[in-house]
DNA sequence: GTGAAAGCGCTAACAG
DNA sequence: CTGTTAGCGCTTTCAC
């Protein structure tokens, strides 16, 4: 592999042209740039990103960090984030955080030490102290689904709360006269703003009871059990309002086991709009988020606040959409 | 953030002697080591990646190159070689190939340029000459899923061709008088060694035919389309191998609509073991493959070789267990 | 056992 | 417009 000064040897130049026409900084004349251009494919000579990295502190990378790749919903995410960034130059450094504060800490101290030029956060253990910390390390950040309280910092969500009253406001168009829902962890925003727009039409209904709430752990197997749970406190239900898809699922595969017809006796609505919602029969009724759209803008974002373009707006919240499916509606003719 | 020479300093020493006890290479009295040792902690000194890498020329980075992480799959196998890379101190940099050689080959030459350590390619667009390059520069990898005829590099993978056959007999243990297959892309090996299981069983039916095999493109819609041409082409069709549970699943759902009963009239076997094969119902019977151990071998397998651990044995091929399910069996009882 | 010093390959003043 | 040179922070001979 040759080197910068190879080329500039070979151009009959010095390194510091070579690296002006490389970085295109400052002026240099259209002859010897020629020239240089020449030597450089001459030799196919390719810059070391590390050695620029070492000299300029930052290595053109970008950690995402996520719970959990092999969940659907972050795994659509991680593929828009890898797309932009790539499109920048920007490799992606991925970590799974499986929402634990020290894993956390463990990887941004090993992405300090790295020069990632900034990190996309879509956990939900974010504390604003690590917000701090990451601005006065001076490196940049985009926080997906999750609003800190304060410190600067780009966020980038979707409409949590008035998704979630879309949702139940659906169930009750369809007829549905006891409405449940099923909840992600207390430490997620995400879940918290979702039964907040579930409870703010629940409570106005004379049916409105808390024991009409159950966890699912916004995983499948929390959704099974928060139905049998829900079902055994009120055989009645014929609504159920999931805060994610996966729970939906989860759901939809222990009312089939329960005997339940979907959505004749209860009818099931979920969130998020993954793929997976659309694989089961009955398909999910969901309020989709665009999660592709919400991954490509974040990274956008901070690949922009990273190479120091100004941006006024801080917060982009992302309209939902009501996917009307089979777990809610009878098609006509069936 | 302070750099060894600080170190060197507050402890009074040289930078050679902090270099040596970070990285216990060479001796140091014990008495300056902890002095050393001391120093570091009290300055709170992390010593810097890339300082660190372009003196050495490695990064302790991992390239993980897969079609695409949104699918499921290797979602999982990213998990697992994102999992064992964090124990060994390396990092994860995530590449989508989309199965596209000039995307693979750019890849190759921005990691290049990062000195990645080592490079884990699941994607089966990898060509010998790829494979023959990354030895001479140096660069191991560790293929997961592809055997390239030539060239040394570890290969992982699973026992394709026996769990076709697996699944077949399984099928034709069942009852099954008419079994159809669903295969994924020719370019992937996977899919050929899974078809060529298939036949090897079929061909000695006496109801084989060329016709009963459809291209479903490993993908979920694939298997949708690749059911309804065959069951055009063949009504009586009552057994169906899919190459992968994308596929299978796709399956069930047209399956499904058409106003076919699973597993009465039509029984249905998948390839992969994801967990997307456990949530339909029913759900469907599967040739699981150890996705997870399997990314976590290939990734202990690469850090070996990056570490200069010889190891003898250059192919692991795991076994595939299948795993019944509604798709195939009803249970007793219902 | 330990230190001095020469890189690793590139950037960025600072002169000219 | 272009060259010189001093780093960036760490590793690694080669002496002592």
């Known amino acids: 592999m040759s080197t910068i000064r190879d080329v500039a040897k070979l151009a009959g130049v010095s390194v510091a042209t070579v690296s002006r026409v490389l970085n295109k900084s400052g002026y240099v004349n259209k002859e010897t740039e020629r020239a240089v251009k020449e030597a450089i494919d001459l030799l196919q000579y390719v810059p070391n990103t590390v050695a620029r990295g070492l000299a300029i502190k930052r290595m053109e990378t970008i950690a995402l960090v996520v719970p959990d790749i092999s969940n659907p919903f972050f795994a659509e995410l991680g593929r828009a984030a890898e797309d932009i960034a790539r499109t920048y130059g920007y490799s992606i450094i991925l970590c799974n955080s499986d929402n634990e504060m020290d894993k956390e800490q463990s990887y941004i101290t090993m992405l300090k030490k790295r020069y990632v030029d900034g990190i996309l956060f879509a ?31 780009y966020v980038v969500r979707s409409k949590n709360y008035d998704g979630a009253r879309l949702a139940v406001q659906h169930l009750l168009d369809e007829g549905c006269k006891k409405i449940a829902h099923i909840y992600g962890p207390q430490a997620a925003p995400t879940a918290m703003e979702r039964l907040q727009g579930y409870e703010a039409i629940a409570k106005e209904q004379n049916w ?123 098609e006509r003719g069936s």
Not at 299 to 313: F, Y
Not at 320 to 329: D, K, N, P
């Open 123 to 153: 956990t939900s253990t974010l504390r604003t102290a690590d917000v701090n910390m990451m601005n006065s390390a001076n490196i940049p950040l985009v926080v997906l689904d999750r609003a800190p309280r304060e410190g600067t910092c």
């Open 208 to 330: 409105y009871s808390p024991s009409l709430m159950a966890d699912g752990g916004f995983n499948i197997k929390g959704g099974m059990e928060a139905v049998a749970q829900l079902l055994e406190r009120h055989p009645d239900i014929d609504g159920i309002f999931a805060g994610n898809d996966l729970m939906a699922v989860g759901a939809l595969k222990q009312l089939q086991r329960m005997g339940k017809s979907i959505p004749d006796q209860i009818k099931l609505c979920g969130f998020d709009g993954i793929e997976l919602s659309q694989i089961t029969e009955p398909e999910i009724t969901t309020i989709a988020q665009p999660i592709y759209n919400m991954g490509a803008l974040a990274t956008r974002l901070l690949i922009k606040k990273i190479e120091g373009v100004q941006i006024e707006e801080q917060n982009y919240e992302f309209d939902v959409e009501l996917i009307v499916r089979g777990s809610t509606r009878r």
